[in-house]
């Protein structure tokens, strides 16, 4: 099952999704700011996208901006940072069994459908 990590008022995000409806296959639709992954799935999700933790933080958000620029943090910090404040996640993320993509930009969805 394709999953998607979406954020509505984001227009990245929206973009993604459409490309999941134009692709006419099941997917589920989780809407982190309302549901908000564990540590450890954002953990796994991290290792699925082979990326750092702070290669998925929005780095020009605010909270970030105030509370953890210019700070050392471990890679737990971070993804402790982003369960806390889930607008620090980066969208849309897609999830294709064992693969995984940030939708930026958007054609990058189609590297997994």
Not at 25 to 33: A, D, R, T, V
Not at 71 to 80: A, E, P, R, V
Request: aromatic share 4%; net charge positive.
């Amino acid at each position: 099952m394709i999953k998607i990590y979406h954020n509505n008022r984001c227009s990245k995000s929206r973009c993604g999704l459409q490309i999941l409806e134009e692709s006419g296959k099941e997917f589920q639709i989780i809407k982190y700011l309302e549901n908000v992954p564990s540590h450890q799935e954002l953990k796994e999700i991290i290792g699925l996208l082979g990326i750092k933790p702070i290669d998925l933080v929005r780095k020009n958000e605010a909270v970030w901006k105030s509370e953890f620029k210019n700070k050392d943090l471990t890679d737990s910090q971070i993804i402790k940072a982003m369960v806390e404040n889930p607008k620090l996640i980066e969208r849309p993320i897609i999830i294709h069994g064992d693969k995984a993509v940030i939708g930026r930009p958007p054609e990058a969805i189609s590297e997994i459908l």
